[in-house]
C-alpha cells in the first residue's frame, strides 16, 4: 500500500516538523485524509509544552487534526535527549515490538500517513534499534530533511548513501534553509548535492520569521514545495476521490 510517508533528516533540528506541518497544511487545504505519527518525542517536559509547543501539537494545529496528541505521539520523554538515551534515565524499557505494535495500530491504510523520525537516519529508538531499522519495517516511502548550511553537503550525502546501501530509495529531499543569513553555501547548496548524487529536490524551503509563532507561514512554505509529485510517489486516493 502507498499511503504513506517516513520523513527523516540529516539531524536533530532541520526542519522534519516543519516540512510536516506544511505538507498538513497543504493536505487538509486539498481535502486529503491523512495522519501524523511521532513514534518517539523527547524533551517533553510538562502537559502544557505536550500541548502547544512539540511536534505534535504544531502538526495536529497545522492540520487540523482532530486526534489527540497521545494517539499522535505514543511515547514521550522528559529530557531533550535522543530517545533511547531518554528512556533509559527515566527508567523506560520500551522493546522494539511494543514501539512497532504502537505505530501500526495508529496507520490507517486508507489514509496517507506521516511519519516523522527523531533525529537523523541512525538516531536510537531502542535497544538494537534506529530510525533506519524503523524506516525498513514501515516500508513507507522516505524524504530527507535536510539543511543547506556550510557541512550539509556531507551530511546528506552520507544519509543518502546509507540508505540506498540499505536497497532504500529515498523519493527526495527537501532543502531547509534554517538561516536568516544565507551566504554561498546556502545559495549553492542543491547544485553541489545534485552533483554528486542525482536525487530529487521536492522541495527548497526559506527561512521564515518567526516560523513558529506565525502559522500563516505554513501556506507560504507550501509553496516551495513540489506536493503534485510527493503525492504521485506517497499516496494512492480512493477510488471517489
Ligand atoms: N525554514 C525555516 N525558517 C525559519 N526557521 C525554521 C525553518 N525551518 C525550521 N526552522 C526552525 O528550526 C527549528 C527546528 O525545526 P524542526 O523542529 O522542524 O526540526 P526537526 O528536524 O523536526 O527536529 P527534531 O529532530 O527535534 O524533531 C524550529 O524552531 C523551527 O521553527
Ligand atoms: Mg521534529
Excluded at 10 to 20: I, N, P
Excluded at 22 to 45: N, V
Aim: overall charge negative.
Amino acid at each position: 500500500m502507498n499511503n504513506g510517508l517516513f520523513i527523516t533528516g540529516t539531524d536533530t533540528g532541520v526542519g522534519k516538523t516543519m516540512v510536516a506541518a506544511t505538507l498538513a497544511y497543504a493536505l487538509q487545504q486539498r481535502q486529503i485524509d491523512f495522519g501524523y505519527i511521532k513514534p518517539m518525542e523527547s524533551g517533553i517536559s510538562s502537559p502544557e509544552y505536550l500541548a502547544q509547543e512539540s511536534d505534535a501539537a504544531l502538526v495536529k494545529k497545522a492540520g487540523a487534526l482532530p486526534e489527540q496528541l497521545e494517539e499522535i505521539v505514543p511515547f514521550t520523554f522528559e529530557e531533550p535527549l535522543a530517545p533511547l538515551l531518554a528512556a533509559r534515565r527515566a527508567g523506560i524499557k520500551i522493546t522494539k515490538e511494543h514501539l512497532v505494535n504502537s505505530i501500526k495500530e495508529r496507520i490507517n491504510p486508507t489514509r496517507l500517513t506521516i511519519v516523522e523520525g527523531a533525529g537523523g537516519l541512525l538516531a536510537p529508538l531502542c535497544d538494537n534499534y534506529l530510525i533506519l531499522d524503523l524506516i525498513k519495517e514501515l516500508k513507507f516511502p522516505t524524504l530527507v530533511v535536510c539543511r543547506t548550511a556550510l557541512g550539509s553537503v556531507n551530511h546528506t550525502l552520507l544519509t543518502l548513501d546509507r540508505l540506498r546501501h540499505e536497497k532504500i530509495d529515498p523519493i527526495g529531499i527537501i532543502a531547509n534553509n534554517v538561516t536568516s543569513t544565507p551566504g554561498i553555501a546556502e545559495e549553492t547548496f542543491t547544485s553541489q548535492l545534485t552533483e554528486f548524487n542525482p536525487i530529487t529536490v521536492l522541495g527548497n524551503l526559506p527561512y521564515m520569521k518567526n516560523l513558529d509563532n506565525d502559522f500563516s507561514n505554513w501556506r507560504k512554505l507550501a509553496a516551495h514545495i513540489d506536493i503534485k509529485t510527493l503525492l504521485k510517489l506517497t499516496y494512492t486516493p480512493k477510488p471517489q476521490e
